[in-house]
């Protein structure tokens, strides 16, 4: 008979929860989200040998280096190279009318892992040559900004990669990264990562000429999205570009600043 006692989180609890993540990073946690979050932060849990979230969340509330450690196990979320094609062949064509400029600089501004920081870099790379462009990612998760720094993913995600870029940005690895590839050092060194808050304004980034902020707005009500949207145009230049998901909209954002050119894309004006 198994002594084993099934963790149970309470709806208060819950409710906590969403209240902490929301304050924190802006994310609406619906209710839908609960087994979800009860799963992934069990392992914080088993970290700290407690049986009840109502332990855990003591800790949380006192301990702000606790609050990141939680906002990085509930904000992973899925990534793979070059996703959303489309979005890379408006990135091709707009570097081209660009080429003349001393510099291109571009900002994955939900990073994740990396790879759409390591994709665009493999795009501008091929058409400009490394010292014409710089790359920016950030996230609020330092989980994964860490592993983004490696550069190093699972074999099967090279299948995402178009193969000439396969070809000359990607290290199939030996050894200790047996199943695994690299991305080459020297594509690495023009992509640079740190944490960033949407919720808040980057005063040390600099400006952009193409930012993308993708598979993100999905989590934020109205108010949020405004604010965030309203954050990122003051890094981006006047001409320059916002990029958001396919899945995505701004219909309820009313920003002066903003004119649709297509699906998704948007011009500061």
Not at 123 to 131: N, T
């Amino acid at each position: 008979m198994s002594n084993l006692v099934e963790i149970i989180l309470q709806d208060n609890e819950f409710a906590l929860i969403q209240k902490l993540i929301f304050n924190t990073v802006g994310i609406t946690l619906d209710d839908s989200k609960k087994s979800l979050v009860k799963n992934r932060l069990l392992k914080r849990l088993n970290f700290y040998g407690l049986k009840k979230f109502s332990d855990y969340l003591r800790i949380v509330q006192y301990n702000r280096d606790e609050i990141a450690e939680m906002v990085n196990q509930i904000t992973t979320n899925e990534t793979y190279f070059f996703r959303e094609q489309s979005h890379f062949d408006f990135l091709v064509k707009t570097i081209e009318s660009l080429k003349s400029n001393s510099m291109i600089r571009v900002w994955s501004a939900a990073a994740s892992l990396g790879a759409e920081a390591y994709s665009i870099s493999m795009v501008l790379d091929s058409i400009l040559g490394a010292s014409k462009y710089q790359v920016l990612g950030t996230d609020i998760n330092t989980q994964v900004l860490e592993i983004a720094k490696k550069g190093v993913y699972p074999l099967p995600w090279v299948d995402k990669i178009p193969l000439s870029y396969k070809q000359a940005y990607c290290l199939k690895g030996k050894n200790q990264y047996e199943k695994q590839f690299l991305i080459t050092p020297e594509l690495q060194k023009n992509v640079r990562f740190s944490q960033a808050n949407l919720l808040e304004v980057q005063t040390g980034i600099g400006k952009f000429d193409i930012i993308f902020l993708r598979n993100v707005l999905i989590y934020f009500n109205d108010e949020i999205k405004a604010l965030v949207i309203e954050n990122i145009l003051r890094n981006l230049h006047e001409g320059g570009y916002l990029i958001i998901s396919l899945t995505e909209n701004l219909r309820n954002i009313n920003n002066p600043h903003l004119k649709q050119i297509d699906t998704s894309i948007y011009k500061k004006v």
